[in-house]
């Protein structure tokens, strides 16, 4: 004999967020009277502790075996309510979320009857849905207590060395043959203006010196499989063609005939075919440039350490982990062909990376910002601000690192050589962090001019570079002749991040960058369980701010891999195979991977027949609505529940209402 359904209700106020727009007294009262509820009341807010215990003691005096809150989000709160069922006793999938604030009060302000029906007709459906709720089990998940970080700039530095230092494994995967990412590049950070070498170097060190650190450079991701726990990773590590025994004595360099042009340098020196990326690099070993060597063997003749292997092929390796840090970076923005800036990479128009390489000490000019056209100092430098940012025919997001760039560059170069006259062209500076206003105040002091004007064109002009810009407060042009213009280049995805996001599921945001989880509940996870960012692969930010979020995703992957194993929501499908004819059709369409094909024996022949991987189903639901047989079901939205409130929101007036099947939120 089944179970009578006994059914509690509890409708928040939410403060004044729901009350001011919903009748939250007559929603209670009404709902009240709804088929097999037993209980209903109001509270001035449900999550908080009293709301809570109501709704333990209710459960234990009325005998509910169901519940029902309309309140915020299910994405808010719903773990919070599913909590205080099961501490009552009560299966946590026998409780159903109304959202009456953002779904309801919070769009019909204006309209507050209307608002009250509504939120009427929201519970009415969901006290229908929950009758055929049914006790679910959250799934048990074992986890292998290694984690994998993809790339070795100072987010994924601060992330490995997080982790290992926890007493968990790191694999650590740099693409590139040494680490450090885009920060070794830079001279100073704005921040005290400090040396970058001061903070990356020693970061580095730690890491490539840690005995849970397992360091790939020149390697890259090739594959990953699975799930949270259980992440099969295919790697593919490049051919230095340099043992280890390399003791970096550099006669390799003399003796290389080939050159071409230096990519950390962004061009502004040249390398030859075999070369050491930078003077501190880690490794500190020399790498051939493979497209580049033409295999004449004059290094491998002179190497007193008989270290370079012509011969040397790559290699492939797998490894399993239970949580993955991306942090891959992102790339600056340089401007297209023709571009009303007048970059092309060999005048006297630079963009910020190639500055920032210049005014190194260690840089192709030896800190000094010299013009490409004839080697000279200038007397003159411009900064245009917003180049690749703040434009909607570009890219319409603010890169948030640029203006304090260009102060940091601008009050570097006024130190060094106070002669030369310094313009900013801007919309506005944003300056967001401590203590950026007073580096901001002493530029300005220092004699550099801020100008809010909109560049329309940079033109050479007689040996210089004419600047047309037009100022925000004065309606007609302004023209100044300058002997270097410096872009503030924006920050874009990296160029292999769709490659990543193929590999694991991870969406992207509207402007390319990859997507947050949620933006306040989960910044640091992504939707793909196990899997954290770290860096600017999610956004642009400054080395600072990178290191931050690296600390924080390492902090999440530590409480996954504290655990021998792991508790997912069993929000999952399942496929009953004695339905299934073996189209496939849902393992085609399922964006996580999560449903393979098993050989099964039915009449004395193979068939193949789908089955879905638990640990690795996201309960997104599409193959349930793919499936033309029947045989998939989305635990917790079977096609029962769903038409149930489709039936009762349609009951009264259809006419009258839209019923969207949206995202569950």
Not at 464 to 492: C, H, N, S
Request: glycine share 6%; hydrophobic share 35%.
């Amino acid at each position: 004999m089944e179970e009578e359904v006994r059914i509690g209700v509890y409708v928040c106020h939410c403060g004044l967020n729901i009350a001011q727009t919903v009748d939250c007294a007559e929603v209670a009262q009404y709902a009240s009277t709804l088929p097999h509820v037993v209980v209903a009341k109001e509270n001035m807010y449900s999550c908080a502790d009293p709301g809570q215990i109501q709704i333990k003691e209710d459960i234990k005096e009325y005998n509910l075996n169901r519940v029902v809150v309309a309140a915020c989000s299910v994405k808010m709160h719903g773990p919070t309510f599913m909590n205080v069922c099961e501490e009552a006793g009560l299966n946590p999938y026998l409780f159903e979320m109304v959202n009456i604030r953002e779904h309801c009060s919070w769009v019909h302000m204006q309209d507050k009857e209307g608002a009250t029906r509504k939120a009427k007709d929201q519970i009415r459906m969901a006290v229908e849905r929950i009758k055929y709720n049914r006790p679910l089990q959250d799934r048990l998940v074992p986890m292998n207590q290694a984690a994998l970080v993809i790339g070795g700039g100072v987010a994924g530095l601060q992330s490995a060395l997080d982790i290992a230092e926890a007493g968990y494994p790191v694999y650590l995967v740099e693409k590139k043959p040494y680490l450090g990412g885009a920060a070794v590049g830079l001279d100073r950070l704005f921040d005290n203006m400090e040396r970058v070498s001061c903070v990356v170097n020693p970061l580095i060190m730690r890491v490539s010196n840690h005995p849970r650190i397992h360091v790939y450079t020149y390697t890259e991701i090739e594959n990953i499989t699975g799930y949270v726990g259980n992440f099969q990773v295919s790697l593919k590590i490049a051919p230095r063609k340099v043992k280890e025994s390399c003791d970096a004595c550099g006669r390799c360099v003399d003796a290389c005939p080939l050159q071409s042009k230096n990519d950390f340098d962004w061009g502004l020196s040249e390398k030859k075919a075999i070369y050491l990326p930078y003077p501190e690099a880690v490794p500190h070993l020399y790498c051939i440039d493979s497209e580049l060597c033409d295999g004449c063997g004059s290094c491998a003749e002179i190497c007193p350490q008989d270290a370079i292997d012509l011969e040397m092929e790559e290699k492939l390796e797998s490894i399993s982990v239970g949580t993955i840090v991306v942090a891959l970076g992102a790339q600056p923005y340089i401007p297209p062909d023709n571009n009303r800036w007048g970059y092309d990479g060999a005048g006297d128009v630079f963009i910020a990376p190639e500055l920032e390489r210049m005014l190194h000490p260690q840089g192709p000019t030896q800190g000094r910002p010299l013009r490409r056209t004839d080697g000279q100092m200038p007397t003159s430098i411009a900064f245009i601000q917003c180049v690749g940012s703040r434009d909607p025919q570009e890219n319409p997001w603010c890169s948030r690192i640029c203006c304090m760039n260009t102060i940091k560059e601008a009050l570097t170069i006024k130190y060094r050589y106070p002669s030369i006259r310094i313009s900013v062209y801007h919309n506005d500076i944003r300056l967001y962090k401590k203590n950026h206003e007073d580096a901001y105040r002493l530029a300005r002091d220092w004699g550099i001019i801020f100008m809010r004007s909109k560049v329309e064109e940079i033109t050479e002009k007689d040996g210089k570079l004419e600047v047309r810009a037009k100022p925000e407060i004065i309606d007609e042009e302004t023209f100044q002749e300058v002997d270097m213009v410096v872009l503030a280049t924006g920050l874009i995805r990296s160029a292999d991040a769709q490659r990543h996001q193929d590999m694991l599921k991870i969406p992207s945001s509207a402007d390319g960058f990859m997507l947050e989880a949620h933006p306040k509940l989960k910044p640091l996870e992504t939707a793909i369980d196990g899997v954290m960012l770290a860096g600017t692969c999610q956004f642009p930010k400054d080395v600072g701010d990178s290191m931050l979020q690296a600390s924080g995703s390492a902090a999440k992957c530590l409480g996954l891999l504290s655990k021998n194993q792991i508790k997912l929501d069993a929000i999952i499908s399942s496929i009953d195979q004695d339905k299934c004819t073996g189209c496939l059709v849902c393992v085609k369409r399922c964006p996580f991977s999560a449903i393979v094909t098993d050989e099964v024996e039915i009449d004395g022949k193979k068939r193949k027949r789908a089955r879905v991987i638990d640990a690795s189903c996201k309960g997104c639901g599409v193959c349930a609505a793919r499936c033309k047989q029947g045989a998939v079901e989305a635990q917790g939205f079977t096609d029962q529940q769903i038409f149930a409130q489709i039936d009762t929101a349609l009951e009264e007036k259809p006419e009258e209402k839209i019923l969207a099947l949206v995202c569950h939120w």
